[in-house]
């Protein structure tokens, strides 16, 4: 009989104390937000999350273009590159209709995703396909025929796993990377599923702009999937994936400014967003780092057992 799949996922210390900030902060940023522009916001990381998601395919339209296309106003720039924020902008608006566990909801998301750029938009792949450095090939993904049978079993792993959210929305992002079910929109897929796994835990992961993040540190996304793959062990992926929620937690918060005292002597604030004029900086580095760990299970992710 065979075991179910487990994919491997060694737990280091580091990232579970990495989860446990995350979740601290996640609470934090959810009381600001109570008492804050919410709505604004949510737009604002909308636009940032498509913006770095197609941004590392290649797209070159900016946030400002992203901005106009959302309030259906015209954009001069390449038509397909057109094509693929409309489709991003339906396929985030649809979270809330997809589970991820199923099978059917992450074809019908990359449908959505993909549909006027590719012929088999929401389809299993029919062909090989390989990861590509220049000219060489540094990395073939499973044969076609296999695809069905790979993302059942992953699917399978996500529906009945106990591994924290946030551990098994990285572990997801990068088992479907190495698998690549698709013949094209692999990478927005990851992203955006993950983005999925995340939202379910907390509604607040629909609009923290993860992707932007990931866009900024596209050479380490890249390399941490590499280096998961050479070792067998997604470990790595999952370790830059969480220090890149970690910051994109940061960047989504308002944060409190003090205004000169008025001339009653009561003090004032107000909270600034950081994509005003004068907002206060990015420092990502620094979210959490006063946060102590808080225990956390390290069940539901281990070595493959077949």
Not at 102 to 129: C, N
Not at 269 to 275: I, P, Q, S
Request: hydrophobic fraction near 45%; include cysteine.
């Amino acid at each position: 009989m065979n075991l179910p799949y487990t994919p491997p996922c060694t737990l280091t210390p580091a990232i579970v104390a990495q989860v446990a900030r995350i979740a601290e902060a996640v609470g934090r940023l959810t009381a600001r937000l109570e008492a804050s522009e919410g709505l604004r916001l949510r737009r604002i990381n909308r636009i940032r999350t498509i913006h770095g998601s197609l941004a590392i395919e290649g797209n070159t339209l900016s946030e400002a273009q992203i901005t106009a296309i959302l309030d259906g106003k015209r954009v001069i720039a390449p038509p397909r590159e057109i094509q693929e924020v409309r489709n991003a902008l339906l396929a985030y608006e649809g979270l809330s209709q997809w589970r991820a566990e199923q099978a059917q909801d992450l074809l019908a998301a990359h449908r959505t995703l993909m549909q006027g750029l590719i012929d088999d938009a929401g389809m299993w792949r029919r062909g090989g396909v390989g990861v590509m450095a220049g000219a060489q090939v540094i990395q073939m993904a499973p044969p076609a025929n296999r695809v069905p049978l790979l993302m059942e079993q992953l699917l399978g792993w996500l529906a009945t796993s106990d591994a924290h959210p946030l551990i098994a929305g990285s572990v997801f992002h990068y088992e479907s990377e190495f698998i690549h079910p698709f013949s094209d929109g692999n990478g927005r897929m990851g992203r955006l599923w993950q983005t999925l796994i995340l939202s379910r835990w907390n509604p607040l992961f629909a609009d923290i702009p993860v992707e932007s993040l990931v866009h900024e540190h596209q050479a380490a996304y890249y390399a941490a999937l590499q280096t998961s793959t050479d070792q067998t062990d997604a470990a790595p992926f999952v370790a830059f994936m969480l220090g890149r929620i970690l910051e994109a937690i940061a960047l989504s918060a308002p944060q409190v400014a003090p205004q000169l005292t008025p001339p009653s002597g009561a003090p004032a604030v107000r909270l600034a967003w950081r994509d005003e004029p004068g907002g206060p900086a990015a420092n990502p580095g620094t979210a959490g780092s006063q946060i102590l760990p808080r225990a956390l299970s390290q069940t539901g992710v281990g070595r493959r057992t077949d």
